[in-house]
């Protein structure tokens, strides 16, 4: 998202593909930390059980790497007109409007990551700023697209 000029457009657009469908599922809010089939994935993130949270990096979904998703695909995307980039910018960001507006979410921000499938990580943080402001960055990007 920062040095697109290092990135072919072919290729860029082949690594968002593979986020897409290896890391990213519709209905979640975040980005896998490691392909799911990979045999160090645990999706799953407990730093309250035996394992001390040792699969901190191992396959919890990070919501804080979406926003930089969202602005690579800006950059890189086949768009033919606006109305096309919001549709798919906005498509992966339902699942964080609906958390905000949650009532169960008292402090209507986002978590710092979910466990596998969007579920509730019980030990993490229930709402970080760099989750929202990477979110609101791409936003602005789209705004100016």
């Known amino acids: ?19 897409e469908t290896i890391l990213m599922e519709k209905g979640c809010m975040g980005i896998k930390t490691l392909d799911p089939n990979d045999y160090n994935y645990r999706g799953d993130y407990h730093n309250s059980d035996d394992t001390h949270g040792i699969n901190y990096h191992q396959g919890p979904e990070w919501v804080w790497p979406v926003g930089f998703f969202l602005k690579s695909v800006l950059i890189f995307g086949d768009f033919n007109s606006k109305d096309h980039a919001r549709q798919e910018v906005m498509k992966w960001l339902l699942p964080h409007k609906q958390h905000i507006l949650s009532f169960e979410n008292k402090y209507q921000g986002l978590p710092e990551l979910t466990n596998s499938h969007g579920s509730v990580c019980e030990d993490g943080c229930v709402t970080q700023a760099k989750s929202v402001s990477t979110i609101i960055d791409a936003l602005r990007d789209l705004y100016y697209y």
């Open 1 to 19: 998202a920062f040095a697109p000029e290092i990135f072919s457009v072919d290729k860029a657009r082949i690594c968002l593909k593979k986020v």
